[in-house]
């Protein structure tokens, strides 16, 4: 057997057990703790919601789990399998060795990995949404959102493969530089007109009406300093009926985002203390801090993939016998998750990071005892288990945990 298949499977096999024990831990630690409200919680969140988010929590990790076996053996079965090297052979067949091959045989592939995922997604809404009384979305949505995504991801995605390959092909050795400055490029188009041009395609976003709520956000935004065109709020109801809020978009085009589900079920203090936290978001570079390592991590990976496409156990350890541009890119970007799943925890910490900062914001700028009222009605509705498992939460969540969370907020109210 090649070193490098060897390599790959053991990464393979380590990374799919730590996912799988990763979500046991967290289903046993949520049994564990059922019947027990935290105690914190206990005057708001009745011993019938915690079950329910206790019970809500573990069939989502049950799902993810079920899809870390999926995602294994699909690797496994394109690459060992001789999956990819197949379609390779078909495709040449047809279309020789040019760009409208790599463009065939990378489409196929993507299409392929879709399709499996749909299942996934069916049974995720329409019966783990269901069962909680979580789904808004009819059979007839959820179509015409998968072909609203099919289109987008022609419409840029084709275009940008191109340009990729292109690229590639013609750039010489330090083609993974330019590759770099057309994907910095391509990312910073696609933020600049998601919030306008992409995100109405999928939902209604109109400004924000009620009088009571306009005056207290518009002082708020007095008091940040943010012009105050971006208000929006969404018809989140439309899918589901998790309430959130969000920020997006930068320079001209950015905006807050409210779901109506959050803002019919909180009161308008509460909804300025959610707002002032996502302007921490904003305040504090939060979206252009995450945007500038993205570009930086992505300019160390495309230099890999320089240093890799021209080795023949690349190819080889991963049974494929045709090495191609297109087939490069296609192994490398489906075997770096195996091998980046550790840094996933340092990205979660980061992200937590940014939540406490954008909590401290917003206790500077709105009430901290309405922050932690509102957090935890969201906790409430979204089902959102109190009590993960430790090293689950530290792995995996991009938010703190829901009691270190509210226990920092209220030490802020005592000072
Ligand atoms: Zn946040």
Redesign the pocket.
């Known amino acids: 057997m090649h070193i490098f298949t060897g390599v790959f499977l053991v990464a393979l096999l380590l990374t799919t057990a730590a996912r799988l024990w990763l979500g046991n831990r967290h289903i046993r630690y949520i049994r564990a703790h059922r019947d027990n409200v935290p105690q914190e919680f206990a005057p708001q969140i009745n011993l019938s919601a915690h079950h329910k988010a206790a019970d809500y929590s573990s069939a989502k990790t049950r799902l993810h789990m079920t899809h870390a076996v999926i995602d294994a053996l699909l690797l496994l079965a394109l690459t060992l399998g001789g999956g990819l090297q197949l379609l390779s052979d078909w495709w040449t067949g047809w279309l020789g060795d040019g760009l409208a091959f790599g463009i065939a045989l990378i489409v196929s592939v993507a299409v392929i990995i879709s399709i499996i995922e749909i299942p996934i997604d069916i049974y995720r809404i329409f019966v783990i949404e269901a069962r909680f009384g979580f789904n808004q979305m009819t059979p007839t949505l959820f179509i015409i959102d998968l072909l609203k995504q099919a289109l987008l991801a022609t419409v840029f995605g084709v275009p940008l493969l191109l340009c990729v390959l292109w690229l590639m092909a013609r750039m010489g050795e330090n083609w993974w530089f330019y590759v770099w400055l057309a994907w910095v490029a391509f990312n910073v188009l696609v933020l600049a007109i998601y919030p306008t041009y992409i995100a109405p395609l999928f939902n209604k976003f109109s400004p924000m009406e009620n009088p009571e709520l306009k005056t207290r956000v518009e002082q708020l935004l007095a008091r940040c300093g943010f012009k105050s065109q971006g208000l929006f709020v969404m018809d989140g109801s439309k899918r589901s009926n998790h309430g959130n809020a969000y920020f997006t978009g930068f320079g001209a085009a950015k905006r807050i985002v409210f779901f109506d589900t959050l803002l019919s079920r909180l009161e308008p203090a509460e909804i300025e203390a959610v707002l002032a936290?996502?302007l921490g978001?904003y305040k504090l570079y939060h979206v252009i801090k995450r945007m500038l390592w993205t570009f930086a991590v992505s300019l160390g990976f495309l230099w890999l993939l320089g240093v890799l496409i021209s080795k023949p156990w690349f190819y080889h350890g991963l049974n494929v016998t045709t090495p191609t541009t297109a087939m490069a890119l296609l192994l490398f970007f489906m075997i770096t998750p195996i091998f980046t799943f550790l840094l996933q925890p340092l990205l979660s910490a980061y992200s937590r990071m940014?939540?406490y900062e954008?909590d401290r914001y917003a206790v500077r700028y709105a009430s901290a005892s309405d922050l932690v009222r509102a957090l935890v009605k969201l906790y409430k509705d979204n089902a959102s288990t109190l009590t993960p498992d430790p090293l689950h939460s530290a792995f995996y969540d991009s938010?703190p945990p829901a009691t270190l969370r509210i226990a920092r907020l209220q030490s802020a109210t005592q000072n």
């Open positions: 936290h996502e978001h940014h939540e954008a938010h």
